[in-house]
């Protein structure tokens, strides 16, 4: 029985976090409220308060489950670890990260929006910083164990410029005349080249 609970009750939380990205995608920080989460998770009035029983907590909640949903295929990750490192697969690594981001568009909205909520509320910017940080290490150390070309200096390189290019997809545009693979290839090639390539 307590199982079953427990169960439910992290159903009911993501039930809600969903909804909480949604409205967050939608109407901003400023709409993002607790009974606006009720009604676009069509539960009673008060639902989202039990469960967030803060603004913080609304928020926090909604920053841990964009991490999980978007969590990368451990089956394509796999694919991607058999083959031989180089500046090629580094850029099919990418080309992963851009794809799982720009195909569910609210959730990238959703994650610009609460970092730009985390300078006004120092609650927020610890559990929102403290999360980009650990996936950031996660991320080198990943990196490192592959054996991919380029350091962690390059990472964050290719970090503050995918953040640009998804900046620019999923909202509005500076209209360049460049795809986005074409674009990864060549920040790729441009960031982490020249590490590779020096002996």
Do not use: C
């Not at 909604?62 to 991607?80: Q, S």
């Not at 697969?89 to 851009?98: E, G, I, Q």
């Not at 290019?165 to 360049?176: K, Q, Y």
Request: hydrophobic share 45%; proline share 5%; charged share 25%.
């Amino acid at each position: 029985m307590l199982v079953f609970f427990v169960a439910k009750n992290i159903e009911r939380r993501a039930l809600l976090a969903d909804a909480g990205l949604r409205v967050l995608a939608e109407a901003g920080a400023r709409g993002l409220t607790h009974r606006a989460v009720d009604a676009e998770a069509g539960v009673p009035t008060g639902t989202a308060s039990n469960y967030f029983p803060s603004r913080d907590a609304l928020l926090g909640a909604l920053g841990e489950r964009i991490m999980e949903r978007f969590a990368p295929d451990e089956t394509v990750l796999a694919g991607l670890a058999a083959r031989e490192p180089s500046l090629e697969l580094f850029a099919d690594y990418l080309r992963y990260v851009l794809e799982r981001t720009t195909r569910q568009p609210e959730l990238t909205r959703a994650l610009i929006e609460l970092r730009l909520e985390a300078v006004r509320r120092p609650a927020l910017a610890e559990i929102l910083g403290g999360m980009l940080r650990r996936n950031y290490r996660e991320e080198i150390a990943f990196h490192e164990g592959t054996g991919l070309p380029g350091g962690a200096r390059e990472l964050a390189l290719l970090h503050y410029a995918m953040d640009g290019l998804l900046l620019d997809l999923l909202t509005t545009s500076i209209g360049a005349d460049l795809t986005p693979d074409e674009a990864v290839t060549a920040l790729v090639d441009r960031l982490v080249g020249p590490a590779a390539r020096t002996p």
